[in-house]
């Protein structure tokens, strides 16, 4: 128990210096999809499962209870619907926790806000960050009212926001957002591996 706490100690640390050193700029006024890992529970994997992290850049908490993640594969208009529930409160962040492929080394090491039994495609797909919980409809959601955040990562994949997808996840790397120098950051949960 002592060890356990010990390690959540040392991975909110972490966690606090990393977005400390990302927020001396912060120019997001709203939640951000902040890491997507989608190599959970596979041959190689450390993490037994899937994850996104949410990270709340602002000064107030926001409730989420009529708020979804929802995800859908590379070029498909069909949306699997995560609905949140609870407030993330102002510089902190919210944890979801999706399935895994049956190995993987060791469980998430954070107790999720919310857990889900879909398995993210590591390789591409597109998640959506909505504050309503009906599905969406269409294949390219970006833009449309009520998007707060989207990634959509890997070749093929036929909606993101900026020039490009993002690069796919792996069993030992996720999807992190940018800090706003632009600086590619390391993966905070592959960090403690130790």
Same mark, same amino acid.
């Given at each position: 128990m002592v060890e356990m706490d010990m390690k959540k100690f040392v991975i909110k640390c972490t966690f606090i210096l990393f977005f400390?050193?990302?927020t001396l700029a912060q120019v997001a006024d709203h939640i951000v999809l902040a890491e997507l890992y989608g190599g959970g529970g596979e041959q190689g994997s450390y993490w037994t499962n899937d994850y996104i992290l949410l990270y709340n850049p602002t000064f107030n908490s926001v409730d989420l209870s009529t708020w979804s993640v929802q995800y859908a594969i590379f070029q *498909? *208009?069909?949306?699997?619907? !995560? $609905?949140l529930i609870g407030t993330i409160p102002a510089d902190e962040y919210y944890f979801l926790q999706f399935g895994g492929d %049956? +190995? %993987?080394?060791?469980?998430?090491?954070?107790?999720? $806000?919310? !857990? +889900?039994n879909i398995n993210l495609d590591k390789n591409k797909g597109k998640i959506a960050l909505v504050n309503f919980q009906e599905a969406l409809t269409s294949s390219n959601p970006v833009g449309q009212n009520g998007v707060i955040d989207f990634i959509g990562y890997g070749n093929g994949t036929n909606a993101f926001e900026g020039s490009g997808p993002a690069s796919q996840t792996s069993t030992t790397e996720s999807i992190r957002r940018k800090d706003n120098f632009g600086n590619k950051v390391m993966a905070h949960y592959m960090l403690s591996q130790g």
């Open positions: 400390q050193m990302c *498909s *208009s069909r949306w699997r619907v !995560i $609905n %049956g +190995s %993987g080394n060791m469980p998430l090491p954070f107790t999720p $806000n919310v !857990i +889900s």
